[in-house]
C-alpha cells in the first residue's frame, strides 16, 4: 500500500482522477476496488464515522 501522496503525484503525472467513494455495504467496497482495478487507476474508499461501528 502507498501513501496518499504518492499516489496522487502519479494520478497526476498519468493525468487522470483519484476517485473517493464512501461506503456503508461490502459490496460497493468489492465493487469500486474492482473496477478500478480493471480500470488501473487509483481510488479512495471511505466510511462515515457511525459507519464505522
Do not use: D, T, Y
Amino acid at each position: 500500500m502507498r501513501v496518499l501522496r504518492e499516489v496522487l503525484q502519479e494520478a497526476g503525472r498519468r493525468r487522470v482522477a483519484v476517485g473517493h467513494f464512501n461506503f456503508s455495504e461490502l459490496v460497493v467496497l468489492k465493487a469500486a476496488a474492482e473496477a478500478a482495478g480493471e480500470l488501473g487507476v487509483p481510488v479512495v474508499m471511505g466510511v462515515s464515522e457511525s459507519e464505522r461501528e
